[in-house]
């Protein structure tokens, strides 16, 4: 049966499968760090390279300081503000954490998610959840059980927590001492917003810079990612036309048999919350694109996420 119980999640877990929960981010392809037969397993089903390093999620910050081999006074800061939530901290690593998890990196990644069940699930079994989105490598991420099934059939039990809350990935963070400054990076923008972050750390006193760091070590953040299975064409203060068409056509080298619009709300929150769920909807396939128009209404930094996800998602400039 795909669609199982939290409890039923629990003694699945324990048993060495893999399961799919939800988070307020997106749905989650989970294994216990402690088995090293499921964790390889998750690669399988999701077929994403080693190389792409897996989050660990736990359901309370003892259990992430006793994952790591530092933790700063600045990590503690940022889980009290942040955790449960969608910020995942980079640290060093302890040799109880499986280099299958870290694809070998000496960091590993943490998160406490904000999700009844998630927590439910960890508080239960006592032993932290690796877990990378539950889609197939590449592709739109899922933020509902049924789209987790889309993906995966009957291969991968879920457990249905409901459309996710904040509907795009977890913001992924690094931080580096130098001199009693902190150099914070964020290596993937996501649910938490670079304002949220500045304004926590300037109201604490911290002495430090903030910084979007676009080329990381990181491996897993790849320019294309997210791919619906429809082109995504990204227009800017444009809309679609005769002559956009006839580009798009010269550039994919075939005739278009429809488009639709991706149309995006006032509140990024919400286009956020909507947003793969849509890409899902619009994606008929190769030979129908989905458009978007980007415009100075969609600038600020609340959106600085939603835009990385669509233009990894999109294959198409004009
Ligand atoms: O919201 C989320 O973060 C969701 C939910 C399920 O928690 N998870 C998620 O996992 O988005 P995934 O595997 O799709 O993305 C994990 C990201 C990747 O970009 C990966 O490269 C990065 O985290 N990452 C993992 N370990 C890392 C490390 N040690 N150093 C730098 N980046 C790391
Ligand atoms: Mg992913």
Same mark, same amino acid.
């Given at each position: 049966?795909? !669609?199982?119980?939290? =409890? %039923? *999640? &629990?003694?699945?877990?324990?048993? #060495?499968?893999?399961?799919?929960?939800?988070?307020? +981010? /997106?749905?989650?392809?989970?294994?216990?760090?402690?088995?090293?037969?499921?964790?390889?397993?998750?690669?399988?089903?999701?077929?994403?390279?080693?190389?792409?390093?897996?989050?660990?999620?736990?359901?309370?910050?003892?259990?992430?300081?006793?994952?790591?081999?530092?933790?700063?006074?600045?990590?503690?800061?940022?889980?009290?503000?942040?955790?449960?939530?969608?910020?995942?901290?980079?640290?060093?690593?302890?040799?109880?954490?499986?280099?299958?998890?870290?694809?070998?990196?000496?960091?590993?990644?943490?998160?406490?998610?904000?999700?009844?069940?998630?927590?439910?699930?960890?508080?239960?079994?006592?032993?932290?959840?690796?877990?990378?989105?539950?889609?197939?490598?590449?592709?739109?991420?899922?933020?509902?059980?049924?789209?987790? !099934?889309?993906?995966? =059939? %009957? *291969? &991968?039990?879920?457990?249905?927590? #409901?459309?996710?809350?904040?509907?795009?990935?977890? +913001? /992924?963070?690094?931080?580096?001492?130098?001199?009693?400054?902190?150099?914070?990076?964020?290596?993937?923008?996501?649910?938490?917003?670079?304002?949220?972050?500045?304004?926590?750390?300037?109201?604490?006193?911290?002495?430090?810079?903030?910084?979007?760091?676009?080329?990381?070590?990181?491996?897993?953040?790849?320019?294309?990612?997210?791919?619906?299975?429809?082109?995504?064409?990204?227009?800017?203060?444009?809309?679609?036309?005769?002559?956009?068409?006839?580009?798009?056509?010269?550039?994919?080298?075939?005739?278009?048999?429809?488009?639709?619009?991706?149309?995006?709300?006032?509140?990024?929150?919400?286009?956020?919350?909507?947003?793969?769920?849509?890409?899902?909807?619009?994606?008929?396939?190769?030979?129908?694109?989905?458009?978007?128009?980007?415009?100075?209404?969609? =600038?600020?930094?609340?959106?600085?996420?939603?835009?990385?996800?669509?233009?990894?998602?999109?294959?198409?400039?004009?």
């Amino acid at each position: 049966m795909p !669609l199982i119980t939290a =409890a %039923d *999640a &629990v003694a699945r877990f324990q048993l #060495g499968e893999v399961v799919a929960i939800p988070t307020e +981010t /997106v749905y989650g392809l989970g294994a216990c760090i402690d088995n090293p037969t499921a964790l390889q397993r998750i690669f399988t089903l999701k077929q994403r390279p080693f190389f792409d390093p897996l989050i660990v999620h736990v359901s309370h910050i003892s259990s992430a300081r006793e994952l790591a081999g530092e933790w700063p006074d600045l990590f503690t800061l940022l889980a009290d503000h942040f955790w449960p939530g969608p910020l995942t901290l980079i640290v060093k690593k302890t040799a109880e954490v499986s280099s299958v998890i870290t694809s070998g990196l000496d960091t590993v990644a943490l998160r406490c998610p904000n999700h009844p069940v998630a927590l439910a699930i960890l508080g239960a079994i006592n032993v932290p959840i690796a877990a990378p989105s539950a889609n197939r490598f590449g592709r739109t991420s899922p933020t509902t059980a049924a789209h987790v !099934l889309s993906e995966f =059939a %009957d *291969a &991968v039990s879920v457990v249905d927590g #409901g459309p996710c809350e904040i509907g795009l990935e977890s +913001t /992924v963070v690094s931080a580096q001492v130098d001199n009693g400054k902190w150099k914070i990076s964020i290596l993937r923008p996501g649910g938490v917003s670079r304002q949220n972050l500045f304004d926590v750390l300037k109201r604490e006193k911290i002495n430090f810079t903030l910084q979007r760091e676009s080329s990381v070590a990181s491996p897993g953040h790849l320019n294309a990612h997210y791919r619906p299975n429809s082109p995504l064409v990204l227009l800017t203060n444009e809309i679609w036309s005769d002559s956009i068409r006839k580009s798009v056509e010269e550039k994919l080298g075939r005739s278009l048999r429809g488009w639709q619009e991706l149309q995006l709300h006032a509140s990024a929150q919400q286009t956020a919350r909507e947003l793969y769920e849509n890409l899902r909807r619009l994606s008929q396939g190769p030979d129908y694109a989905i458009w978007l128009n980007r415009t100075a209404d969609h =600038a600020s930094d609340d959106w600085e996420a939603i835009w990385d996800r669509l233009e990894r998602a999109s294959s198409l400039h004009l």
